[in-house]
């Protein structure tokens, strides 16, 4: 027992000796010097041309400093055009509003090829999203339905019970929409609005994303003082960091309408807020009642598909069936498909690793374009500013 101890020690010793820790400032010139010597000398040691990936989970702000001192050091550079692939990664935000998303894409193009950019949104690593693909377009009984002669609306819910906590001073500055709304509530709708992919290619799905994110219709102000509706949880001007005369939402709803010729007339809602009753988040697709009237029903029942990703990642649906006795009286049942039940729990990987993993391998599937940014920026936009600007619609306390 204590030679398996020692041995393992030892080999956990040998692994933390690959690491290596080296300090500086973000705007320091000198920092990425170091940083480049360090990785020249392990190249020089190891005898190969190392891949370098350079993770930015850092402020928004200090976005440019870094990736302009990156390229500027050499540190992008290959060793060899034959080998030592390099990749910048960057959590969301990207950019605070559509011009500075706009300006932060054309200083990463400037720098770097697309094919070296991954921007990050851990959302898209959950396992219930990158199944949204795989049950949207292998099932055959979907795709007929999937239209607006079939659905009634759609709609995506992110809420949470909790508060704004220790976040204030930065959530003061963003509010609910951008926070989760701008990224990943329109991240999931865009997966359910995407029309088929021509391959399972990750050019061609984020294109079909986008594709679904720009038919989202811009609202004008007098839309926006209609179709939305935004509140604030009536503790949140005490909390530190946020200002006593606040209007920053930390709860909205939505009503939008899509280009898509599959869903123009098809009302899709976006709902979110802090201090709710429960945390949840879930995409509800409600198709339209039958058109035959054949059955009786004592209430207004619809054929719903629950796609929830959190407490529980499941798929349940409800349907008619007819109740027991002489009549044929329909009542509403559920179907479901609970992935942890179906799958034990060695079988799942967390969001984070999946995404290393396919930045290492090149895959970007799980990565947002930039056509899909300013999509989400352009649909939003328009709603912050009627808000912000002309203080409409009233914003509500709860």
């Known amino acids: 027992m204590e030679d398996e101890k020692y041995r393992i020690s030892e080999e956990f010793d040998t692994f933390l000796s690959t690491f290596f820790y080296i300090e500086g400032d973000f705007t320091a ?31 928004p702000q200090s976005y440019s400093s870094i990736i302009t001192n990156l390229h500027n050091s050499g540190l992008t550079e290959p060793c060899s055009p034959e080998e030592g ?103 999931l709708l865009g997966l359910f609005l995407m029309d088929t992919p021509n391959s399972f290619t990750p050019a061609e799905i984020k294109k079909k994303r986008s594709e679904a994110l720009a038919s989202l219709k ?57 201090g709710q009753v429960c945390s ?19 209430s207004d029942k619809r054929n719903e598909l629950h796609y929830h990703l959190q407490p529980e990642e499941k798929i349940t649906m409800k349907f008619l069936a007819k109740k027991p006795g002489y009549s044929y009286e329909v009542e509403q049942h559920m179907l479901g498909f609970n992935y942890h039940d179906a799958y034990s729990a060695d079988q799942f990987v967390d969001d984070y690793e999946a995404l290393l993993y396919d930045i290492i391998r090149g895959d970007q599937t799980l990565f947002v374009s930039t056509a899909e940014i300013i999509g989400e920026w352009e649909f939003i936009e328009p709603i912050v500013n009627t808000w912000h600007n002309e203080g409409k619609p009233e914003l509500e306390i709860y």
Request: net charge positive.
């Open 280 to 298: 949840m988040t879930e995409v509800v697709v409600t198709f339209k009642e039958a058109s035959s009237h054949l059955f009786s029903s004592k």
């Open 85 to 187: 692939w390099t990749r910048v990664i960057l959590e969301k935000p990207f950019g605070t509003d559509r011009q500075t998303a706009i300006d932060l894409d054309k200083q990463l193009g400037a720098l770097f090829k697309e094919e070296q950019i991954y921007r990050v949104d851990h959302y898209l690593a959950k396992e219930t999203v990158k199944n949204i693909l795989a049950f949207r377009f292998s099932n055959t009984f979907l795709s007929p339905a999937w239209n607006n002669k079939y659905i009634e609306k759609i709609e995506v819910r992110l809420l949470e019970k909790g508060t704004v906590a220790t976040r204030g001073k930065f959530y003061d500055k963003i509010g609910a929409l951008r926070d989760v709304g701008q990224n990943h509530m329109l991240q």
């Open 29 to 59: 010139k000198h920092a990425y010097e170091n940083l480049a010597k360090t990785l020249g000398r392990v190249d020089g040691e190891w005898s190969i041309c190392t891949n370098k990936l350079f993770y930015l989970a850092v402020p």
């Open 218 to 274: 811009k609202m004008s102000p007098q839309e926006v003082e209609k179709q939305t509706s935004r509140g604030q949880l009536k503790e949140y001007r005490s909390i530190e960091g946020v200002d006593p005369e606040s209007n920053t939402e930390t709860y909205f709803k939505i009503c939008a309408l899509s280009d898509n010729p599959n869903f123009i007339g098809v009302p899709i809602y976006l709902e979110s807020g802090k």
